[in-house]
């Protein structure tokens, strides 16, 4: 109460003085500083796109380049003046966050410029389908030791304190760490890779593999039937593949007993179609590390003898391929097979073309696969990141699949999204899968729409949410009726007529199902549990150029992440036409959505999220869910919410 003391007001007065003093230098040597590190990050950009082509030394260049920048926004940053602002309230915060930001930067271009120039992109070409497995080891400490940097980068950008960050800063802060942990990530896994690869590859003793090519023509769970197969061997590097078989001389002959190993929710699901007599019904389960265990505990019963993995591989995957090795051609085939055209010639001509001739319509992609290895084998594939990058894009999209027996090998191929495993977390998943019930080629013909439509009712307790929606499939079979040879648009079955679609549709999902409609009636639907998850199955006939439609309307309760994000996994099944799929999230009007990730779009007055896309690869959608105490000022205070 009363007057300051004069004493008082004068050392504050001095105080906001010296503050004042302190701030105005610190601040003109920041605005300064930034075009520095802001041209150190285009020039860091420069080098990560140099070293992704395998131009080594473009991008030794850039990171040179990108060091220097950083080095002088540093020693901007460092002088006398910037030190004495970080005592200013609301400056000094800001200051650090700066001074921070370019030592990661400078240390990273460091690490990145002497990766570079350790490498030699000649020795890590891959020849011969040969990989050199002595340069690996030689560059084995230098990827451990960029994973490291990385990580440590990682950690210091955690410890940055961003609550009176301004907004530049802020934005940048969380741009770089984007980047970092995606590159972090990278550099383990080439630490890792450099470390099991060579074992993978034949480098302690040879390692045997089996080739299964799935036909998306005639769906699978896993994508498709598996009509040929052959052998991949390993020896210190180097990767042979032998002679193409039909998967049929894998089943066992009349009076051979063969046992099915194979966990409980798959023999319970799977058992009445035979996969230990009939290697055709293998895939029958989406998840690719079952069914190569399970595969492989049959191969090791059977004359073909143990394997240390499964790969899988379709006509899209080949197309991948191709786009590595350029055109090949195919014996018999009239023209070049191309990454363009191959699965239109594997999955639809070549039925036509060899119409009449059994043996060759049957054996045509593994043909097709065959050759496509020999160019593979007998070319010079230049820079392993090239190859990497068009592989990825399969693995991604389940088109490419890797099984390894090495729990280690079988982590690598989960660690870089290959391993085409149905996921297991979050709580709540859709996966729909669709596998031919009648021994044709129609399902190149089948296009499906999933709607995903689901109200959201968090609890009090702030970590469970109970949830009741429809899950909407809608398949599309365009398949004419005539003018396809049998063998497409037939059957085995004298019920089904010409251009009928018979399938075996699965929907995958934690909540339990109230109801089935087909085309708006009710139907019984099979009820199991596999991977964790409730199953629910029925066969379904879609006639010649017409559309059906299955309902399930699904009701429970699920977890909320600790940070109260609700989560969804959207499994994808490889198949020639990617889904196409919708979700809508609803939340009563006193809860509200918030910090949308994976593609999820908040609307509705935060009170509803959607997604739409093309479900070519798993997705995850993420969003958080909050009180929302109203849209006066007062609500937006308590949320934390712009006015």
Request: aromatic share 6%; glycine share 8%.
């Amino acid at each position: 109460p009363g007057r300051w003391p004069r004493w008082a007001f004068v050392t504050a007065l001095c105080l906001a003085g010296a503050l004042v003093v302190f701030a105005i230098p610190a601040s003109l040597a920041l605005l300064r500083a930034r075009s520095d590190p802001s041209e150190g990050a285009k020039a860091a950009e420069r080098a990560l796109a140099a070293a992704r082509r395998g131009d080594a030394e473009a991008a030794d260049r850039a990171f040179r380049d990108a060091e220097k920048r950083f080095r002088a926004a540093q020693s901007r940053l460092d002088g006398i003046e910037v030190s004495l602002g970080l005592a200013v309230p609301l400056l000094g915060p800001n200051l650090d966050a700066a001074r921070e930001l370019v030592a990661v930067g400078s240390d990273l271009a460091r690490v990145g410029r002497h990766l570079t120039t350790t490498a030699d992109p000649d020795q890590l070409r891959i020849v011969n389908s040969t990989v050199n497995l002595d340069e690996l080891a030689r560059l084995r400490p230098e990827f451990e030791r960029t994973a490291r940097v990385l990580t440590s980068a990682q950690e210091r950008m955690d410890a940055i304190d961003t609550t009176f960050l301004i907004s530049p800063i802020e934005d940048a802060i969380d741009k770089v760490h984007g980047r970092i942990d995606r590159a972090a990530r990278d550099s383990r896994t080439a630490a890792i890779s450099a470390r099991i690869l060579p074992s993978m590859l034949g480098g302690d003793g040879p390692r045997r593999y089996l080739l299964a090519m799935q036909n998306n023509a005639e769906a699978r769970a896993t994508g498709g039937f598996i009509g040929n197969y052959a052998e991949l061997t390993a020896v210190n590097g180097k990767v042979d593949m032998g002679d193409v078989e039909p998967i049929r001389t894998l089943n066992p002959g009349e009076n051979e007993q063969r046992t099915l190993k194979a966990p409980k929710d798959y023999k319970l699901r799977y058992g009445r179609f035979s996969p230990e007599r009939v290697w055709q019904n293998v895939n029958a389960s989406p998840d690719v590390p079952t069914v190569g265990a399970v595969a492989a505990s049959l191969l090791a019963q059977g004359p073909f003898g143990p394997v240390d993995g499964v790969v899988t591989v379709d006509p899209i995957g080949l197309a991948a391929l191709l786009r590595i090795t350029g055109p090949i051609d195919v014996p018999g085939w009239p023209e070049k097979v191309t990454a363009e055209n191959v699965v239109k010639a594997t999955l639809h001509d070549a039925y036509v073309y060899f119409e009449g001739n059994d043996e060759a319509r049957d054996s045509f992609l593994g043909d097709v696969a065959d050759a496509a290895w020999d160019a593979f084998s007998d070319r010079d594939l230049g820079s392993p990141a090239g190859v990497i990058k068009e592989l990825a894009k399969a693995t991604r999209t389940k088109h490419l699949t890797l099984w390894f027996k090495d729990p280690r090998a079988e982590r690598l191929a989960k660690r870089g999204g290959a391993d085409g495993a149905v996921p297991r977390i979050p709580p709540d998943l859709i996966l729909v899968t669709t596998g031919n019930a009648a021994q044709n080629k129609i399902d190149y013909f089948l296009e499906r729409n999933l709607k995903y439509d689901l109200d959201l009712f968090p609890r009090e307790d702030g970590d469970t949410i109970d949830a009741r929606g429809t899950l909407d499939v809608a398949l599309h079979n365009s398949a004419p009726s005539s003018g396809l040879p049998s063998y497409v648009i037939g059957s085995n079955r004298p019920d089904y007529a010409a251009g009928e679609n018979g399938t075996f549709l699965s929907a995958y999902s934690p909540l339990q199902a109230k109801r089935a409609r087909w085309d708006g009636e009710k139907i019984g639907i099979e009820h199991q549990r596999e991977l964790g998850r409730e199953v629910y199955s029925r066969f379904l006939r879609i006639p010649a150029e017409s559309t059906r439609s299955l309902s399930i309307d699904l009701e429970g309760s699920l977890r909320l992440r600790p940070d109260d994000s609700y989560e969804l996994a959207l499994g994808s099944q490889p198949a020639i036409h990617p889904d196409k799929v919708e979700v809508v999230l609803r939340l009563p009007s006193s809860w509200r959505f918030a910090a949308a990730k994976g593609g999820l779009t908040i609307t509705g007055d935060d009170h509803e999220a959607t997604f739409r896309g093309r479900l070519d690869r798993d997705r995850l959608l993420r969003v958080r869910i909050l009180p929302d105490h109203g849209d006066d000022i007062w609500g937006h205070v308590q949320d934390g919410r712009s006015l």
